[in-house]
């Protein structure tokens, strides 16, 4: 089937089976390997990508159900510098191997850009739909913690 | 005036994570080949039996499907995966092949490969393969294996694959003269690493060249090059293993399986390049296993609480066959149960059991999780018996530091023995105390709020790392003065470009940034070692300090000629060789790189140590366990980034963590996997455990290696699980609870609870 | 771990939905947030033609306050629920119930017709739709049925959905506002399925005696079920801590959990009288 929505601020389109995950999608047809998978059944969250703002799952979704949406990969959310949740991931020592972290970094996103005053609580209550096998989730935490004031400063969503 | 010797201490930032945050790693799943074929593996689903019959025919029919490979393809001999620790030749029998041949063993065990156009293809093709399986009778329980079920390897007639024997003393005449024996059997559950990147492969043969080039190697690429140049027939220097980016591995990442094998011949036999991602399903079915251990041990100590001996019988169900570092937990839980603790006499036998389960290999703290939730359950439960407070009877039992080095069991056969090296072991139990504030909390022991019993527990452990025999470098001077590093060690996600940049920048004094670490692919180095036993810090940062000795000697010879001087009277200081008023830059120095090779060898272990303190409460009506508190204290003789160590050990912790409360591997009476998915396979999340605490001391440094340094980042989860129970059972103390088993998980507490409570209405 | 093939439709009216099912007997199945059925996809545990995506049928989206309660339409999602306010009021019990749903990106995905359809004897929606007495509405080729929750739920994932029929709504009746209530459940992690929970309401008469109790559970059967013998200890009957272990220990001897790998069943049912001891405590507080 033919699809078309927009991939990081560029409108693209592809040529894919019904059965294609929109991260087999994003991996395969368009080269953007920074969202990882390590479940494809929904738990792990190493997958997590923003469609219309809101962090979803992109191993529980076909590429197909994002026709004319609006997705943003890992590679959305960076540019030549590290943006203030990636540099206060680095500052904390908040990944080791670095496999989930895409997932861990588009998650807190969406949550900060939508609450940007989130308690711990509700943070860990948040990234708990992500596993990290390397970091005990401490410093994620804490990561997560400092890059609040970014959000409220800029009120980015 | 230049400040030498930055670097290391700094909690450098990490060069890694430059590229990991924006999503710009490359993990094997992103290596991609032009015209590549995706491979996908058929596993068996029959724990146990005998294949009739393999029929491809529907499945090469399918569209998109251009081989399904199976052992017929292998000829006569399907190959067998050799040992790479304790390779005894009693141990052949037990090799794993690398496709089941006549029989199959374990759910997950691999029968066919299919190649084709895409993974889903593939897929397609594997519902179409018709296989016969005449299944046998499974063995999935010690009872099973002992009572003969079946014998998985009809050759060797029983299912005691070996049995290990730790020895120190005389166990038997100390046992007979002891003031208190106390005999119990604990239980261990079968766990797993379950990294979060599943392994993966591309493989790429070169028929005109005769090269194969796999990308996709962690751990123990060179080994690994070894075994697989060998199986195929082709020589060392036609086979290149590549690391990129790897997704964690903690001991069960980077052995030689059979997808190791499975997909360089695939490349090979279809002539173009084969790409396998693992998917998490067959991960947990196929990828080690670990910790499955249960025991019958007897501990001995006097009546004024000095620790006399250990003795017993520990049975570890390996799986179905013994893989190439299967021996070493099952070798460890003997071999290391005295911990950090005096034990004169030591009399332990540890069979392995052949089971029909998924083979087992090391996870981090390998045998030592499990010795020591055995031996710090026996302590506790003897100083209740022994009515010794239990913090004092510890500390009346840990090695002295007058009496390092301190020789611990031997054990054989492959026989080893080793000494802890050096070490303040009772200053870092009363450091631990003292943050944790054991005294403050002891008042809430026992105590019910809301509902939750609190409780605590202290426990030390010992860490051994740095196993030898050596790492190799290569280190070069570039043209513009930038040092490339290349080095045997191997990266599993642990920061090794960062840590040993720290080190070569202070050998060579060359600013950090103008270093890069080149890692764990066969091309860089002639031999290497890779990362296991927290080894890469201490052998690959010690073969950097040699390398750049004998780079620097090399500088001075190259500047020497320039400067019309001897080698020797040339001064090496800030990226230039001067003599007499007269500097050269490094940039510039010579016309081609100067390179150096060094190797650093080493047979002692290092003995990191330390001490965990930990703070439970528990409701008795769930049975669940709130953590509080966990506080660590260690000693790992000199830190070279203190923030990433730290991250090993919060991190280690919790994994433990995941080990006492959550994670377990169950299987069916016939060998069926019921936990094969992230559904039920249970790890922790960040709302599990949100309180762990870690501080990291420089109190002796290693005696063995220049850095001074001891392997460290396993020792956080190793006295986790016996912290736990122990917690749970003074938490419980009113009704005497005493978890002997793990996992901790809510219906085991619950149990537990009623039991105590119908044994309190009878008494 | 890909899914087999299949086709793909997102009809624009509910009639168009209805009689695409229609079209494949029994081979078709209906997508909507997709976070049941796609790790079954992963899993080849499911294998249909053609799957029918609800996205365009914007109408199922909306939850519908009024006098008779509350209509959550098919696709209202978890996060739906969460971020609105009127639920407090119009329906607490459900309101906290759904923050036990699994995680933060499945509740952006995740429905509720999702979730009843596919019901799993563990997952929340079921168990309220369950011990509120909910209808469903269910639109199909013959034509518009309402269903009550007593009857929709007939066994492990099964429900009297036939094979051309849609879930569009369920309908919660009225919430008097002085109406006493709990929600507890007791999952491994947070997010996970429970190993049980319990649902639970009643109201007070002019002599503070319990009327209309109505206690749920989710976890301990092969479909949500009413606690109907605890519900009688409570009727008529003042609360007090004697009431509560006597409705505590019918429920636990009323039930008969089977055992997995999480936990026995014996766990289950003493878990299920702890659960409901503590939320009866709780909502007479």
Not at chain 3, 68 to 93: N, Q, T
């Amino acid at each position: 089937m033919q699809i078309e929505f927009n991939l990081n601020g560029q409108a693209v389109s592809a040529d894919v089976e019904p059965r294609t995950t929109l991260a087999d999608c994003i991996r395969n047809d368009f080269g953007q390997t920074g969202t990882h998978l390590a479940c494809e059944h929904g738990v792990c969250g190493a997958c997590t990508v923003l469609v219309n703002g809101e962090a979803v799952r992109s191993c529980l979704l076909l590429a197909v159900q994002v026709q004319n949406d609006k997705v943003v990969t890992i590679e959305g959310l960076s540019g030549d510098e590290l943006t203030p949740l990636q540099a206060a991931f680095r500052k904390h020592h908040a990944l080791q191997c670095g496999f989930c972290t895409p997932g861990f970094i588009t998650t807190a996103h969406a949550l900060l850009s939508h609450e940007p005053d989130a308690d711990e609580d509700r943070i860990r209550d948040v990234l708990s739909g992500n596993l990290c096998r390397c970091s005990g989730y401490v410093p994620i935490v804490e990561a997560v913690l400092e890059a609040r004031s970014s959000y409220r400063d800029s009120g980015s969503k | 005036m230049k400040v030498f010797n930055s670097y290391i201490g700094r909690p450098m930032e990490r060069v890694e994570d430059l590229r990991m945050v924006r999503g710009r790693g490359t993990y094997v799943a992103d290596v991609n080949r032009p015209n590549q074929l995706y491979a996908v593996i058929l596993r068996s689903s029959t724990a146990h039996g005998i294949i009739k019959s393999i029929d491809s025919s529907e499945a090469l029919a399918l569209a998109g499907v251009h081989h399904v490979l199976t052992a017929k393809d292998l000829g006569n001999e399907v190959p067998l995966i050799p040992l790479r620790l304790q390779p005894l030749p009693q141990l052949e029998p037990f090799h794993q092949p690398v496709l089941a041949d006549k029989k199959v063993r374990y759910v997950g065990e691999p029968i066919a490969v299919v190649i084709a156009e895409s993974a889903a293809i593939a897929e397609d093709a594997l519902e179409r393969i018709a296989l016969e399986i005449d299944p046998l009778p499974a063995v999935a329980t010690r009872a099973q294996a002992e009572a003969k079920r079946s014998v998985l390897f009809e050759g060797h007639g029983s299912n005691v694959a070996i049995t290990w024997k730790a020895f120190r003393g005389d166990a038997d005449e100390a046992f007979k003269t002891a003031d208190y024996v106390r005999r119990e059997t604990f239980r261990v559950q079968r766990h797993a690493a379950m990294f979060m990147e599943p392994r993966g492969f591309v493989a790429e043969w070169d028929e005109a060249a005769g090269k194969l080039t796999v990308w996709g190697a962690a751990k123990t690429a060179w080994y690994n090059r070894r075994t697989l140049a060998a199986q195929l027939g082709l020589e060392l220097e036609a086979v290149d293993l590549i690391e990129v980016d790897v997704g964690g591995g903690f001991g069960s990442r980077g052995e030689f399986y059979p997808e190791d094998y499975l997909i360089p011949a695939a490349a090979r036999i279809v002539g173009r390049p084969v790409k396998w991602t693992e998917d998490r399903r067959e991960h947990i079915m196929s990828a080690n296993h670990a910790r499955d251990v249960e025991c019958d041990v007897e501990f001995a100590a006097t009546r004024d609480g000095r620790f006399i001996g250990l003795r017993g019988q520990i049975w570890s169900d390996i799986g179905a066959y013994i893989r190439t570092n299967g021996s070493v937990g099952p070798r460890n839980v003997a071999q290391y149960m005295s911990g950090p603790y005096c034990m004169e006499h030591i009399d332990l036998k540890s069979s392995m059991l052949t089971t029909n389960k998924t083979p087992c290999g090391t996870y981090r703290g390998p045998g030592r999780y499990e010795t020591d939730f055995i031996r710090e359950r026996m302590i506790d439960l003897a100083a209740q018996d022994l009515k010794i407070d239990r913090v004092e009877l510890r500390r009346r039992n840990l090695v002295a530091d007058a009496q390092m080095p301190y020789t611990l069991a031997s054990i054989t056969p492959y026989d080893s023995s080793t000494e802890l090296d050096s070490g303040d072991y009772h200053a870092v139990f009363d450091r631990c105390l003292k943050e944790f504030g054991w005294e403050e909390r002891s008042k809430l022991r026992g105590q019910s709020i809301d509902g939750y019993y609190h409780g605590l527990a202290i426990g030390s452990f010992i860490e051994g790392g740095a196993a030898g025999p050596k790492e190799e470098v290569r280190l070069v001077l570039e043209t513009d003065g930038a040092l490339s590093v290349y080095m045997g060690s191997s990266s599993v996600g642990q920061g090794l470009e960062t840590i040993m940049a720290q080190i070569a920048a202070d050998a060579m004094e060359i600013p950090y940034e103008k270093i890069t670490i080149l890692h764990g692919s066969t091309s860089y180095v002639k031999d290497g070692y890779g990362a296991y036993h927290s080894r890469s810090t201490v052998m690959g940062g010690s073969a950097i300090l040699l390398g750049a000795e004998k780079l620097k000697e090399l500088i001075q010879q190259t500047a020497a000629q320039r400067l019309g001087c001897k080698s020797e009277e040339v001064v090496i200081d800030g990226e230039q060789a001067s003599f007499g008023g007269n500097h050269i830059a490094f940039a510039g120095l010579s016309e081609t790189p100067l390179e150096v090779e060094a190797a650093f060898f080493n047979k002692k272990y290092t003995w990191a140590y330390g001490t965990q303190a930990a703070h439970v409460a528990v409701d008795p009506g769930t049975g669940h366990v709130k953590v509080i508190d966990v506080m660590s204290v260690e000693d790992v003789g000199r830190m070279i980034n203190p923030l990433t160590l730290h991250g090993q050990a919060i991190g280690s912790i919790v994994q433990g963590l995941g080990g006492a409360f959550l994670e377990h591997l169950v299987y069916d009476d016939e060998g069926q996997l019921l936990t094969g998915s992230f559904a039920d396979y249970l790890m922790p999340t960040a709302s599990d455990f949100p309180s762990i605490r870690s501080v990291t001391l420089e109190l002796k440094p290693c005696p063995n290696n220049p850095l001074g340094a001891k392997g460290a980042g396993e020792g956080g989860l190793i006295p986790i699980g016996g912290l736990m129970a122990n917690a749970v059972a003074d938490a419980l103390s009113h009704l005497n609870v005493q978890p002997m088993e793990l996992p901790l998980s809510p219906p085991r507490i619950w149990q537990l609870v009623e039991e105590a409570e119908a044994a309190r209405a009878r008494a | 771990m890909k899914p087999p093939i299949f086709e793909y439709a997102s009809p624009l009216t509910v009639a168009e939905a209805v009689s695409l099912l229609a079209s494949r007997n029994g081979n078709a199945k209906v997508i909507s947030g997709g976070q049941s059925l796609m790790p079954m996809l992963a899993f080849r545990l499911a294998a249909p033609e053609l799957l029918v995506d609800l996205k365009h049928l914007k109408d199922l989206g909306a939850i519908r306050i009024g006098e008779d309660g509350v209509r959550l339409g098919a696709r209202v999602r978890w996060c739906d629920i969460e971020s609105d306010a009127r639920l407090a009021v119009s329906h607490p019990l459900l309101a906290e119930a759904i923050k036990h749903v699994a995680h933060y990106q499945i509740r952006n995905r995740g429905t509720v017709g999702g979730s009843v359809a596919h019901a799993d004897p563990s997952a929340e929606m079921p168990g309220i739709a369950m011990t509120c007495d909910a209808q469903m509405k269910i639109v199909g080729s013959a034509g518009t049925r309402i269903e009550a929750a007593a009857d929709f739920f007939t066994g492990p994932l099964q429900t009297s959905l036939e094979q051309d029929e849609i879930l569009t709504e369920v309908h919660l009746p009225a919430w008097p506002a002085a109406r006493r209530w709990a929600f507890l459940e007791f999952a491994r992690r947070k997010g996970d399925f429970a190993m049980a929970g319990v649902a639970l309401y009643y109201d007070l008469d002019s002599g503070s005696r319990i009327t209309d109790a109505h206690i749920g559970a989710i976890g301990v059967a092969d479909r949500p079920i009413r606690l109907t013998e605890a519900e009688a200890v409570l009727n008529g009957n003042q609360m007090s801590d004697k009431l509560i272990a006597a409705a505590s220990a019918k429920a636990r001897q009323s039930i008969d959990p089977p055992s997995d790998i999480h936990a026995p069943g014996a766990y289950r049912a003493a878990l299920v009288a702890t659960l409901l001891g503590r939320g009866l405590k709780k909502s007479a507080a």
